[in-house]
């Protein structure tokens, strides 16, 4: 199938099994939509699906990060400090979509300070959907990050047909530490013990993030990456968030991590599930 039929106004369209899955490249090219056995797993609305966040994660210290000697200023959209890139804001371009696989595209500009290419790729099973999401440079090397921000419904809603599930979601992950985060929201340096929830923190697991969620009777999702960082953000009401980066909140500063001609930013992200009952 050709990518022209793969899209439509609602996005691009793939399938395997009884699971479906919507990108919307035109809205940031989030995931807009997973259902798996007809049932929605991620959040509608206003806040929803779940997006890439590139070329940075998480919140930058008053949207300023410098290079060397450089010094620049990102637009402060969560002020006093910038959050979750820009990449979340425009259109990318299709690349390529059939039924099962898609890749695409945007070219780094204003307001980020470079100029490069971030790609994104979707592989979806019956039983999984692994993301990728690679940031070039076209010149100069630059500091970058990349992740994904997932709204996760905190309950599936009614009960399966035969009457199994109905509960609210679980969270299970064993982190080694926890970023200390301070009253500006940002982590301080200090690593400390993990914490009980309610969270909206970073954690650290070396051995890359393995995070499950379980929603009793119904679903059993896990979200694993090899990178060792993972945002968990459970203080609403509606949804959850677990979100695989390549590095802590304001990483552009405390942890900056490279992009070079020869050495672009590679991230990966994998859901697998299993049904429950």
Same mark, same amino acid.
């Given at each position: 199938?050709?990518? @022209?039929? /793969? ?10 099994? +009884?699971?479906?899955?919507? %990108?919307? $490249? #035109?809205?940031? !090219?989030?995931?807009a939509s997973l259902r798996i056995d007809g049932t929605e797993l991620l959040r509608q609305g206003p806040r929803f699906g779940s997006f890439p966040m590139v070329p940075w994660c998480g919140r930058v210290e008053l949207g300023r990060f410098r290079t060397g000697g450089r010094s620049h200023q990102l637009? %402060? ?10 990449? /979340? ?8 979509? #059939? ?6 595209? *945007? +070219? ?26 690679? %940031? ?13 921000? $997932? =709204?996760?419904? /905190? +309950? ?5 047909? #035969? ?29 400390? @013990?993990?914490? &009980?929830?309610? =969270?909206?923190? !970073?954690?650290?697991?070396? #051995? ?24 968990? *953000? ?6 959850? !968030?677990? @979100? ?16 070079? &001609? ?11 599930? /299993?049904?429950?009952?």
């Amino acid at each position: 199938m050709t990518t @022209e039929e /793969r899209t439509d106004t609602r996005g691009v369209r793939l399938s395997a099994g +009884d699971v479906e899955l919507t %990108v919307a $490249p #035109d809205n940031g !090219c989030r995931v807009a939509s997973l259902r798996i056995d007809g049932t929605e797993l991620l959040r509608q609305g206003p806040r929803f699906g779940s997006f890439p966040m590139v070329p940075w994660c998480g919140r930058v210290e008053l949207g300023r990060f410098r290079t060397g000697g450089r010094s620049h200023q990102l637009p %402060v959209n969560a002020p006093p400090h910038a959050i979750h890139g820009t990449g /979340r804001e425009v259109a990318w371009r299709t690349i390529s979509a #059939d039924t099962t696989a898609a890749a695409f595209a *945007y +070219d780094l500009a204003d307001p980020w300070p470079y100029s490069g290419r971030v790609s994104q790729t979707f592989q979806l099973t019956p039983d999984s959907l692994t993301t990728t999401m690679s %940031v070039e440079t076209e010149g100069d090397s630059f500091p970058a990050q990349a992740g994904w921000h $997932p =709204w996760f419904l /905190r +309950d599936l809603g009614e009960e399966a047909a #035969d009457g199994a599930g109905g509960g609210e979601a679980e969270i299970s992950f064993q982190p080694e530490w926890q970023e200390e985060r301070g009253e500006n929201h940002l982590p301080t340096g200090r690593r400390i @013990e993990p914490r &009980p929830g309610p =969270w909206d923190d !970073c954690f650290g697991m070396p #051995d890359g993030v393995d995070v499950t969620l379980t929603w009793p009777g119904r679903l059993e999702l896990k979200v694993t990456s090899r990178s060792e960082w993972v945002v968990v *953000y459970d203080e609403q009401a509606e949804a959850v !968030c677990v @979100e695989p980066q390549s590095g802590p909140p304001n990483g552009l500063n405390t942890l900056p991590r490279l992009v070079t &001609p020869i050495d672009p930013l590679e991230m990966s992200m994998t859901w697998s599930w /299993r049904r429950l009952g």
